[in-house]
């Protein structure tokens, strides 16, 4: 089969499309024919060796959705055929992928294979950090950094859902219109305003984070008492500061998540959790996929350049052919 794989840490130039081996289902796993695959910044973070290993070999992706091919070994919900979008940890970016039968959900009519290999790991990433972790209930506030990705899109038209009040931030006006389309209440162009200034006295109880750096402080300021910060990337650099005093006063929690590593079991009970609660409100057309562009899947390097632009309003997906 046809694959992406990394040949080296490095830029775009790293990422080959090669013949590999199909992969060998063991228990529980079904052989899914990619028919298209997320692009994520993971993905680029991967690639780059920012998560601290060599990145040689390996097949990024971490969302699909097709058809399955073949079902192994103690497998029971899914027959050949099946159309289904799954979330993985990895080797996504592939004609065929072996894919715990539990981590796959049926695409939803409505949706094509793009649009469905665009919600496993965004979904996942929001319903995880900002409804589990961060406790976002019905009457609270959210205020999320980078509206337009395929993170605060997801997590505006989520939240809105479930009776929250957004807040987002953009860096077009053009962005902040889309945002406010899908939901948002008020979206800030963060290169025309500061944000802090505009949301002063909202009562944000949790923010969805991805840039920290000089946006911390910022954030802790912003907070409502018992407010909850939440990272799931640091687009600004490792390090940000923490006046502590804030904390203490407003009794502040800070956390992060990173669903990719998560063990099977986690993931297992969260795409059950997304299922019962998210499923639905795509099936009832409440939730709007958002897809900027396509790319075919040798083109796998123009696509997370383009992600690396910014330019990109929603989910970037690479479609995968025979």
């Not at 993905?43 to 780059?48: G, N």
């Not at 389309?181 to 009562?203: H, I, M, S, T, W």
């Not at 910022?218 to 907070?223: E, G, P």
Request: aromatic share 6%.
């Amino acid at each position: 089969m046809k694959a992406i794989v990394i040949s080296g840490p490095g830029d775009g130039a790293v990422l080959d499309l090669k013949d590999v081996a199909l992969p060998t289902l063991e228990k529980h796993q079904v052989l899914v024919r990619v028919r298209a695959a997320g692009v994520n910044r993971s993905d680029i973070h991967q690639r780059t060796g920012g998560y601290g290993s060599d990145p040689t070999g390996q097949i990024p992706g971490l969302e699909v959705a097709g058809i399955v091919e073949q079902c192994g070994p103690n497998t029971s919900r899914w027959r050949v055929g099946d159309a289904v979008c799954a979330l993985v940890s990895g080797g996504g970016y592939a004609q065929y992928i072996a894919v715990d039968e539990h981590h796959c959900l049926p695409i939803p009519p409505s949706l094509n294979f793009v649009e469905a290999a665009s919600l496993p790991e965004t979904i996942g990433t929001v319903w995880s950090t900002v409804f589990q972790w961060g406790r976002l209930s019905q009457g609270e506030t959210l205020l999320v950094q980078g509206g337009s990705s395929g993170i605060g899109v997801t997590a505006i038209q989520l939240a809105k859902a479930f009776g929250a009040t957004v807040y987002t931030t953009a860096g077009s006006d053009e962005k902040c219109a889309v945002c406010q389309q899908l939901g948002a209440d008020g979206c800030v162009n963060y290169k025309q305003q500061d944000f802090e200034q505009v949301f002063q006295g909202r009562a944000i109880n949790v923010i969805l984070d991805m840039v920290g750096g000089k946006y911390t402080a910022k954030h802790l300021r912003l907070l409502d008492m018992d407010g909850r910060l939440m990272f799931i990337n640091a687009m600004q650099g490792p390090d940000s500061e923490l006046h502590i005093p804030t904390l203490m006063q407003k009794r502040l929690v800070i956390s992060g998540s990173m669903l990719k590593p998560r063990d099977t079991e986690y993931k297992t009970t969260l795409l059950a959790e997304i299922e019962k609660h998210v499923w639905p409100l795509i099936n009832e057309r409440r939730y709007k996929v958002i897809i900027d562009r396509t790319f075919p899947l040798a083109q796998a390097a123009e696509a997370q350049t383009y992600m690396e632009s910014s330019q990109h309003i929603g989910k970037i997906v690479l479609e995968v052919g025979e």
